[in-house]
């Protein structure tokens, strides 16, 4: 995938993401490519601000407000993650397209070993999902 992310924000968010682990690193880029990518593919979401919630990378639509907040991060298990507000209905109706698909932590996050392949397509659905949820 090209890189299609904007430069960091500010300096705390690059610093956050200079501080994953290695392994985990190139994958969390490669997810916030996506989101930008999708972002700017979708419409009614308009700009995406970057910043740190609860210490780690989160992306909101503060003008649109049309979506929930993505974070990225490392979970204590390893690999890297993508977390969503565990009260909205994006992990359960994700997980019943793609049961066997992807590792879940209940109805907060998507779970990736470190090295995996990202599979961009069905990313790509759940990062719409996400930035549109205000919209349905």
Request: proline content about 8%; overall charge negative; charged content about 20%.
């Amino acid at each position: 995938m090209p890189d299609t992310s904007p430069p960091f924000p500010n300096t705390a968010v690059a610093d956050v993401f200079a501080s994953f682990p290695e392994d985990a690193h190139s994958g969390l880029l490669t997810f916030r490519n996506l989101i930008f990518a999708t972002a700017n593919e979708t419409s009614g979401v308009g700009r995406i601000e970057e910043t740190l919630k609860w210490g780690q990378p989160a992306y909101l639509t503060p003008d649109s407000k049309s979506g929930t907040t993505i974070r990225l991060g490392v979970p204590k298990s390893g690999g890297f993650a993508v977390y969503v507000h565990c009260q909205t209905t994006l992990i359960s109706e994700f997980r019943s397209l793609f049961p066997d698909d992807f590792a879940y932590d209940g109805n907060r996050a998507i779970l990736f070993e470190e090295g995996q392949a990202l599979p961009v397509d069905p990313l790509r659905l759940f990062i719409k999902n996400a930035l549109t949820y205000h919209l349905k």
